[in-house]
């Protein structure tokens, strides 16, 4: 019964960092806000391919034990890839994720603004502040719909994933209090805006990740070997790293834009699970969908400028 536990622990707590960046280079100015929802499907194509793959490999080998009449034997090797391969995809599952992002400008000059996103797994906050700026500059009296710009920014971001283990929640065995998992991202922006209308952008980004499990549930997992005989030990920090890029474009008018993005790289993740290492990582695709709404000037830019101008006074000659 353990062992069962043990699975679905790793099925239940699975889940994957939303991925997507969904903003271009260029900060919101102080007095600007910015609200966007957005949905992705992360994707991870490594894991699936070895999978179909090896699905295709033993489908053979039972066809031909078949034919021959032989009976069907897996290799040990052949096992513990099918291990592998399935523990990635519990750990981190392909599926759907929605997001809600707040972003707000923090200075007049555009150079830093603050973010903050909900999304299916995760409660993230994050920064950028502006390197480099080239097109029309600020003070030109182009309105800004009509402003070209060329940014590069640096990014920061923390992300605390809010998840839980359901199945073992409702099972009433083991409860869960100390299991968690944070990331720490690096990216780095560059986007080119044609006339607030038209936007395009990279980011090529670095991940961190950290998930550490419940110490009562790690001694419970080292007990296991001596109820089944089998390693079934789990370890008390698992750590991933993503390197990656997303590229994409925005296109609206001033108040909307809609957003399409696709965010890929590679997960490096390789802890020590059931006795082995296993590769838990591969080749991940983020692609992701939104529509962000703003107003295009800063609240009191807007008041000072729907004001009346004073009407121009008639000269008096003095005779």
Known sequence: ????LLLALLTATGCASTLSTLQTAKPLVR???QVSGAVGVFTPVGQLGTLLDEGINQGKAIRDTIESGQPYHLEEAEAQRLLGVG???AVAPPGVANELMLR???LESNTLDLGLRLSTTSLRVDGKVRLAHGGDPEDSLLPDYQRKSYDLALGLAYSRHVFK???LDALEIVKIDEFSRWDLEVPVYLSMDLGDIFKVYAAPKYIYSRTSLDSRLVDLSQEGQDV???ELSLPAEVTSHFYGASVGFALGYKYVHVYAELTGGYTDCRPVVFGQRRDLGGV????SIGIAFKNPLPLGKQ???SETPPAPQNPVSVP
């Open 104 to 106: 707000t400008g923090l």
């Open 284 to 287: 991940t695709l983020y692609p």
């Open 303 to 305: 008041a000072s400028r």
């Open 87 to 89: 523990m990635a995809l």
């Open 31 to 33: 007095g600007q806000f």
């Open 228 to 230: 089944s005989g089998f």
């Open 165 to 167: 283990s359901p199945v």
């Open 1 to 4: 019964m353990r062992p069962l």
